[in-house]
């Protein structure tokens, strides 16, 4: 943290210790030499510090908090054997929201290159209940959404991660983001890669 530059809150998606790593699929299954990063959910309770959105927030033993942002992920994955909807914990106070989004329907996981990957769309809905943060931290970003919705928008956003594929993953798709940022939106520089810890 000492060696971050500033920044205004954080949004992010941990692992959440349900094994997402060993899952099947072609990015689900746990590759020779890979790290196993979904074993346990880490201790996520210094990032409730910040102003923070923290995707499965159900699964941190986090505070108390009537701000919950629920991903709908519709009629797609009602009654499978897949989670219906997914939620996000707040730190700040706010109204439950609900984004409705199904991620195979609208083509979201096209090209899917992370076995927890979330969908674009949703992460810039995210970034929209923290409107005066400029810079945005995920210390656990995978392949790069909440990076990418910055980028998108026009916002800064640093990011961590363990796994050294998923890295390279997340700095192509930022940088493709930086290529075509949205409409009206200014572009922010493009990524640069701080450092190994
Ligand atoms: C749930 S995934 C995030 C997926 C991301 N939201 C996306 O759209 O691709 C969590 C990520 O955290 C990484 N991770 C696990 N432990 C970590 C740690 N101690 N520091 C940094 N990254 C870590 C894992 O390698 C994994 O890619």
């Not at 692992?15 to 074993?39: C, E, F, N, S, T």
């Not at 195979?104 to 096209?110: C, H, I, T, V, W």
């Not at 796994?163 to 192509?172: L, T």
């Amino acid at each position: 943290m000492p060696a971050l530059d500033k920044f205004d809150a954080i949004v992010t998606d941990p692992p959440y210790g349900i094994g997402a790593d060993k899952g099947v699929g072609k990015y689900g299954k746990l590759k020779a030499g890979a790290q196993r990063w979904d074993d346990c959910a880490p201790d996520v309770s210094w990032v409730a510090k910040y102003p923070a959105i923290i995707w499965g927030g159900n699964y941190f033993g986090l505070p108390a908090s009537r701000a919950f942002l629920v991903w709908d992920k519709g009629a797609g994955f009602k009654g499978r054997d897949f989670a219906e909807c997914e939620l996000a914990w707040c730190s700040f106070d706010a109204n439950a929201r609900i984004f409705s989004r199904d991620p195979l329907a609208s083509g979201d996981y096209r090209g899917k290159q992370h076995p927890t990957q979330k969908p674009i769309a949703l992460m810039q809905w995210c970034l929209g209940f923290l409107p005066g943060a400029e810079t945005i931290l995920d210390p656990f970003m995978g392949s790069g959404t909440t990076l990418v919705a910055c980028a998108k928008l026009g916002r800064k956003g640093i990011g961590i991660e363990l796994d050294a594929e998923y890295f390279d993953i997340a700095y192509r798709r930022v940088e493709e983001a930086y290529r075509q940022p949205d409409l009206f939106v200014s572009a922010p520089s493009g990524p640069q890669q701080m450092g190994f810890l």
